[in-house]
């Protein structure tokens, strides 16, 4: 069988999409051009994904500053969203949803919020979330909040607080997926010990290839299958090259500015979206290439088996994708590539949604609403 026909046969699930906030900043709909955009209308119908999580981000400069009212706000635009392209989008809230869309030749467009300070401290503003349609929290982002560390930033909980742990159970009642990418290697243990569902890393990478604190340990990836989860690799050049992660960590140039932004390697700032480009650009880092994400899938698929992996590419999420996946329309390369590497059609399926799609279901038959 051909690529392109695996490809299209499969159902495609991305677990973490950015466009959203591109989207905001630039006032644009998915529909119009942006020289920025990895991700729009175009490339979203090239790319053959059946599902994308598209993220409500709050950048950290709204903790304590709004962080649920800017966190509506993106939620809202994504519906809007959805509702301008009847013909090719569908919302989608369920995995019955997922595979209704496969079957209707939609796209379905879910939503995943995007750090936890986005709650403010609130277990009736998670479950207004989820009632919005929101399927996931990121426990945090670059910023360790008032109840989960993160990998960003200096930990001051100890991995989570008796908070923290009431979050991911109110979230494990709900039937709504615990999103650990971004938190500490002790927030992540401690997300482990409460839950009683699978857990999902989004959009996380492996450790053992790429040196970056953002990743998964192999020990992590290990634990993460023997909870039934899966951890869906992420496209960003310096989570996936050593080189490029290097370049960037160690770098001392902080761009520092007081307007909304946040992105996924400043810690500490509120990082104007815009000024970040510019620094990253200055960097003049290597880029990271196809086979660097395949990598990662196989590693991952090593260590923590074939039924843990899943793909969360972080689109208009980062500044730098691999050569081939600088735009959604080149996940089929991807596919290809993973191919000719040896997976067998089955597994690529996997990969590419089966996996989530059976996580997922796990985790709504948990639900104790």
Known sequence: MSTSSIHNRAIIVDGHCDTPYR???????????????QLDLKSLRESGITASFFASYVPPFYAGRGAARFAYRVIELIHAEVQQQPDLLTFCNDSAGIRKAKDDGKIAIMIGVEGGHAIEDSLSI????????????TLTHVNTNNWCDSSGDAGRHNGLTDFGREVVRTMNDLGMIVDISHVSDAAYYAALETTRVPVVATHSSCRALCRHPRNMTDEMLRDLAKNGGVCMINFFSAFLNDAVAQVIMNSQKRVKSESAGGTEEMPND???WDLYLEWFNTLGSPQATLDDAADHIFHAAEVAGIDHVGIGSDFDGV???????QTASGLPMLTARLLERGMSEGDVEKVLGGNFLRVFGEIEAGKRE
Request: proline share 8%.
């Open 23 to 37: 989207l905001l900043r630039h006032n644009l709909h998915l529909g119009e051009h942006d020289p920025e955009a």
């Open 126 to 137: 998670l479950r207004d979330f989820y009632r919005l349609g929101a399927r996931y929290l």
């Open 270 to 272: 509120a990082t104007d």
């Open 319 to 325: 500044p730098a994708l691999p050569t081939g996946l």
